[in-house]
C-alpha cells in the first residue's frame, strides 16, 4: 500500500492564525481525502482532494474555512483558517488506488488551538 | 444514507483470548464495502480488514477475522490470540459504491488486553 506523509505531526496554535497540513503519497493515487477526528469523537469527511480543480466538501464544511489543493496526483494540502479552539482536532489525510478499495491513512496532524 | 454502529465503548479481553468487537451497518446500497480500522494512541489510523458486499466467503488477515452476516447487516471483528499491542480503538467502517468513495466511520470501541 501506499505510504503517506503528513506533517506537521502536531502543532499548538493561537487563536486567529491559519496552519497548513501537507499530505505527501510515495506514488500517484487516485483518490485523496481529508478527516477531521475531534477529541474522543469518530472520523469526518472533510472534503475530497479533486486533482487541478476545486475540492468536494461535505455539509457543514466550506472553502473559506477549509482550503484544499491538490496539485497532482501525489501531494495534497488542507488549510485550517482562522482557528478557534473548536477546530482542536486531529486532522488526517487518506487516499484510495480505486472505489471499493481501502483507504489508508498518513499518521495524522494533532492540532490544539489556544 | 449509510449508518454504522458499534454498540460497545469499551472492551476488556485476557492475553491470548479470543474477543469479538461488534458492528452492525445500515444502507440502501446493493454493493459495498466494510472495513475496520485500528487507532493506537499514538492516533494514526491502521486498515486491519476488507469485506466486500458480494463476497461470499468471510475475510481474514493473519488474526484478524470479519464474521459477515448480510442478512443481519452485521460485520464483526474477531481477533484471535489477543496480544498486548492489540490494546486500541476500533473503528468499523463502510463504503459505498458511486460516484467517488465516501466511508462513513463508526463511534469506536476502546479494547484493552490485560496481562
Known amino acids: 500500500s501506499a505510504v503517506i506523509s503528513q506533517k506537521p505531526s502536531r502543532d499548538i496554535c493561537q487563536r486567529g492564525t491559519s496552519l497548513t497540513i501537507q499530505c505527501q503519497v510515495d506514488s500517484q493515487v487516485t483518490m485523496m481525502f481529508w478527516y477531521r477526528q475531534q477529541p474522543g469523537q469518530s472520523l469526518t469527511l472533510i472534503a475530497t482532494a479533486n486533482q487541478g480543480s476545486e475540492a468536494t466538501y461535505e455539509s457543514g464544511f466550506v472553502i473559506d474555512k477549509f482550503p484544499i489543493s491538490r496539485p497532482n496526483l501525489t501531494f495534497s494540502t488542507l488549510t485550517v483558517s482562522n482557528m478557534s479552539p473548536e477546530d482542536s482536532s486531529i486532522y488526517l489525510c487518506?487516499?484510495?488506488?480505486?472505489?471499493?478499495?481501502?483507504?489508508?491513512f498518513g499518521n495524522g496532524t494533532r492540532l490544539t488551538v489556544t | 444514507a449509510q449508518k454504522i454502529t458499534q454498540t460497545q465503548p469499551g472492551m476488556f479481553v485476557q492475553e491470548k483470548e479470543a474477543v469479538t468487537l461488534d458492528c452492525t451497518y445500515d444502507?440502501?446500497?446493493?454493493?459495498?464495502?466494510l472495513f475496520w480500522y485500528k487507532q493506537p494512541s499514538s492516533g494514526e489510523m491502521i486498515f486491519l480488514i476488507y469485506?466486500?458486499?458480494?463476497?461470499?466467503q468471510n475475510a481474514t488477515e493473519g488474526r484478524y477475522s470479519l464474521n459477515f452476516q448480510k442478512a443481519r447487516k452485521s460485520a464483526n471483528l474477531v481477533i484471535s490470540a489477543s496480544q498486548l499491542g492489540d490494546s486500541a480503538m476500533y473503528f468499523c467502517a463502510m463504503s459505498s459504491s458511486g460516484g467517488y468513495q465516501k466511508v462513513t466511520f463508526g463511534i469506536g470501541t476502546k479494547l484493552q488486553v490485560i496481562p
Open positions: 444502507t440502501s446500497d446493493q454493493s459495498y464495502g
Open positions: 469485506q466486500g458486499s458480494y463476497d461470499e
Open positions: 487518506s487516499v484510495a488506488d480505486n472505489y471499493n478499495s481501502p483507504l489508508h
